[in-house]
């Protein structure tokens, strides 16, 4: 299914269910044990396996299930555990990310699609702003009109971290300099490690970091100061290569 096109799956929380239908004792029983396991469910297969219910429930178990499900005191949710299989649990959890998967799964299966339009988007915003934070790339994927479903802050966080591995972008701390300037001193912030910038743009000083991260001196070192880019011969060096 397209995540791009439907709500997201909410953060973990309890939801109180304001009213309750009637109940047979059989319905009963299975409904407390269902409700019992949370926000983690229990599968038909378990009710049956692991639990010591009546002859009568236990028989009957698949219509009974059916009726509450009808009655819309308990739901059917798919688990990443088991494609084949689903769990039961009360209408009044959220699932538990366990059995869902997180934030980039959906029905059960892994949303690449989702995944690989965030992956995109937060490039483009580290690229083209030269510098960013999770919460710049959280603005800019609610701004560019992409994406229809509500986009969260865990997902951006989850995407920064694998851009990292993917060695597409590096985790810096803001030095309030140069391109640091728009980012508080000491806040974590991303730039490309894409040598050049954006894409068709010439290199210059001033969009080009990257051969500072050694250097002892970086905090120290702006456009205009004593120990500046423009200055720097291994700067120019790298400029060069």
Not at 77 to 91: D, F, L
Not at 118 to 136: A, F, N, Y
Not at 222 to 235: D, H, K, L, M
Request: aromatic share 6%; proline share 4%; glycine share 8%.
């Amino acid at each position: 299914m397209n995540r791009l096109k439907k709500s997201s799956s909410p953060e973990r929380k309890r939801q109180r269910v304001s009213s309750e239908p009637s109940l047979t004792n059989d319905e009963r029983l299975l409904y407390n044990l269902i409700r019992s396991k949370t926000d983690i469910g229990i599968s038909a297969v378990d009710m049956k396996r692991d639990t010591n219910l009546p002859p009568s429930v236990s028989s009957g178990i698949n219509k009974i299930l059916k009726a509450l499900v009808a009655k819309e005191v308990i739901k059917d949710v798919p688990t990443i555990q088991n494609k084949g299989r689903k769990n039961y649990m009360a209408t009044e959890f959220v699932p538990s990310t366990e059995i869902t998967g997180g934030h980039f799964y959906s029905d059960g299966g892994l949303d690449t699609g989702l995944i690989d339009a965030l992956k995109k988007v937060c490039v483009q915003c580290i690229s083209m702003q030269r510098v960013s934070t999770c919460d710049g790339c959280l603005e800019w994927c609610r701004r560019s009109g992409v994406f229809t479903t509500q986009i969260t802050e865990k997902q951006i966080k989850e995407i920064l971290e694998t851009l990292i591995l993917d060695d597409e972008i590096m985790q810096m701390t803001s030095t309030g300099y140069g391109d640091f300037a728009s980012v508080p001193v000491g806040k974590t912030c991303y730039i490309s490690k894409r040598k050049g910038g954006v894409k068709g743009e010439k290199k210059s000083v001033n969009n080009t970091l990257f051969p500072c991260f050694s250097c002892q001196r970086m905090s120290l070192c702006s456009p205009e100061g004593a120990i500046s880019p423009e200055t720097c011969v291994y700067f120019q060096k790298w400029l060069d290569f």
